[in-house]
């Protein structure tokens, strides 16, 4: 540890532009795979409260199986499977990118759809009734009512799983995307100082998260304050 001041004097200037270049590619995974998995997981929750048994049970199934399966098992079915299953197909714009995106698109949107479900079920039933009444439709009362609300409940847990999600992209190093940890274990090897430049990228998740963090507690605090 004592040798850390040396090992960065001498490395620094080489490591840390190539780090922060490879942290873009894991900025933009975190911000596609949190709209794909907040879209999604709204649409999901939609389905899990719906009135139709089949549509319900549905949303629920792959709620159960996606929340079941790990990330890494997930990111490896999403990128390599459906190539294995319809080969025919053109699969040349299907990247390791997009591979990552879809895979913690689809995990993080089976894990909000039961916040957002949560958030719904939290309202009074009596607003969905007062909206009806008025001679709204079902899905006016749930996009102009019911939706503003729940989101002001569940604003809190969604940004902390982006959080979360910041640092689950590391995980897609596994599936080949060139982001900060694959980037990190190629100079790791190359120059033979994998503490060094670890703690180093440890630093830099910190920097990328701890302003997310502090978003998160304004917002609680802001939301304290209205209620």
């Known amino acids: 540890m004592l040798q850390l001041p040396e090992i960065y004097a001498e490395h620094i200037h080489r490591w840390l532009p190539e780090l922060l270049y490879y942290s873009l590619t894991t900025i933009k995974i975190a911000i596609f795979s949190f709209i794909l998995a907040v879209v999604f997981g709204i649409f999901v929750a939609l389905c899990r409260t719906s009135r139709i048994k089949l549509v319900s049970t549905l949303a629920m199934g792959f709620i159960e199986i996606a929340r079941g399966l790990p990330i890494v098992v997930m990111l490896y079915i999403v990128y390599f499977v459906p190539p294995q299953l319809f080969p025919g197909l053109d699969w040349t714009w299907f990247t390791d990118f997009a591979g990552a995106v879809l895979g913690l698109g689809l995990h993080g949107g089976a894990i909000l759809a039961e916040v957002f479900r949560s958030g719904i079920e939290a309202l009074h039933k009596g607003q969905r009734e007062a909206a009806l009444s008025l001679g709204m439709t079902p899905a006016k009362a749930m996009f102009y009512i019911i939706l503003p609300q729940a989101a002001r409940i ?38 033979y100082q994998p503490m060094a430049v670890f703690v180093l990228v440890a630093a830099i998740y910190f920097a990328m998260s701890y302003p997310l963090s502090l978003l998160v507690r304004a917002m609680e605090r802001r939301l304290r304050i209205a209620t």
């Not at 569940?154 to 596994?174: E, F």
């Not at 599936?175 to 120059?191: H, L, P, R, T």
């Open 154 to 191: 569940v604003l809190p847990p969604v940004a902390n799983y982006a959080i979360g999600l910041l640092k689950d992209t590391s995980l897609c190093t596994l599936i080949g995307v060139n982001e900060i940890m694959n980037g990190a274990k190629s100079i790791a090897f190359a120059d």
